[in-house]
Structure formats: structure tokens, C-alpha cells
């Protein structure tokens, strides 16, 4: 069983930084695209950043310039480094991957990780 797991969130104030880990643990035998998503309330879930397993990166245009999305690929992790954070950047992180344990690749999420900007 594949499962990923996220660390980090909690409330900065505006201009502050968090950093968002993920790990993924189980029967993995690769590991393609990792991402971030976030939903805030009464929102639908958008795509914040990701990165291919050769580490491509793609972002958002409401976060480029001040998050940075990076991968372990030994140690099967995914980070995002959130600076300079907004209000608007309140939400749900989730951390997503698609993960080929054996039989065949699939997408997984973690269970989120709320983010609050505010002073």
C-alpha cells in the first residue's frame, strides 16, 4: 500500500516562509510526477507546482518567483519552499504523485496540510 504523507504547514504572517515536505513510503517501484496542489475555501483545488521525476518544473503563475518545488528521488520526497507568502496563499496544501507500485502506475494524494497567512 502506497501512502504519501505531508509535513510543514501552520500560520505565517504575510512576507513569512514555510516549507512543505511529502513523503512517500510502501511498495513503490517508481516514482513519475510529483506535485502540490492547494484548495482554498469555496475554491476548487488548483495545481500549484510540479516537477517530473528528471526535475522539469512547473508553477503556477500566482506563485512563480517565490515558491520553490525540489525532490528527493532516494529518499522519495517532495518539498515546496514558500516564501514571501500572501493571504491569498491560504489553503489546503496537497501533495500528489504518480507512483507505479508494481502493477501499474496510479495517483496518489496525501491527506493535506492547512497553510494560513495571516497577522
Known amino acids: 500500500q502506497v501512502q504519501l504523507v505531508e509535513s510543514g504547514g501552520g500560520l505565517v504572517q504575510p512576507g513569512g516562509s514555510l516549507r512543505l515536505s511529502c513523503a512517500a513510503s510502501?511498495?513503490?517501484?517508481?516514482?513519475?510526477?510529483m506535485a502540490w496542489y492547494r484548495q482554498a475555501p469555496g475554491k476548487q483545488r488548483e495545481l500549484v507546482a510540479f516537477?517530473?521525476?528528471?526535475?522539469?518544473?512547473n508553477y503556477a503563475d500566482s506563485v512563480k518567483g517565490r515558491f520553490t518545488i525540489s525532490r528527493d528521488n532516494a529518499r522519495n520526497t517532495v518539498d515546496l519552499q514558500m516564501n514571501i507568502l500572501k493571504p491569498e496563499d491560504t489553503a489546503v496544501y496537497y501533495c500528489?504523485?504518480?507512483?507505479?507500485?508494481?502493477?501499474?502506475?496510479?495517483?496518489?494524494w496525501g491527506q493535506g496540510t492547512q497553510v494560513t497567512v495571516s497577522s
Open positions: 516537477i517530473s521525476s528528471g526535475a522539469s518544473t
Open positions: 500528489n504523485a504518480f507512483i507505479n507500485a508494481g502493477w501499474g502506475t496510479s495517483t496518489y
Open positions: 510502501g511498495s513503490i517501484f517508481s516514482i513519475g510526477r
